[in-house]
């Protein structure tokens, strides 16, 4: 990878936040290891990389937004990323070229969509016990009937 190539696939960051990992608390049995065959002549990067399923993942995001307050700007950030994440998985985002060409929607079209991504969020697997009332809330909002500033936030400024 010329150094061009990782610059347009790694584009420079303004700005890292860093949480404790307590904020996002995976456990152990959420992690799913990932063996990846690079070429480590010409980077040098991890050959094993830890992820996680979207139900850890999406709690993760709601347990670290608990801990800030609501108008925070990191909040508002984290909340947006939250919503790219379950748009980009539960709805067909994808599309190929420069730019996507919308056709005309009807609203069973739109009604359709939803209850698609409704359905792929009702087989998420991976969530604890001690937290579905975190899928209950986020499938409301999936289901678009809930608000993402619903979801807890911490009491202090």
Partial sequence: MTSWTLR????KSKRVNFFPASFAGFRANELLKVSLDLDRSNIAMPVTVYTTGLAPLAASFVRI???IPIHDRLRRRLKLDLVQVLTYNLFDMSYEGDYMVLGEETQEDIDRQINRGLNLFRKLEGWRDDEMWIADALETIVQGT????????????
């Fill in 8 to 11: 347009a696939v790694l584009p």
């Fill in 65 to 67: 937004m608990s801990q």
């Fill in 146 to 157: 809930g608000k993402y500033d619903a979801l807890p936030a911490s009491q202090y400024q």
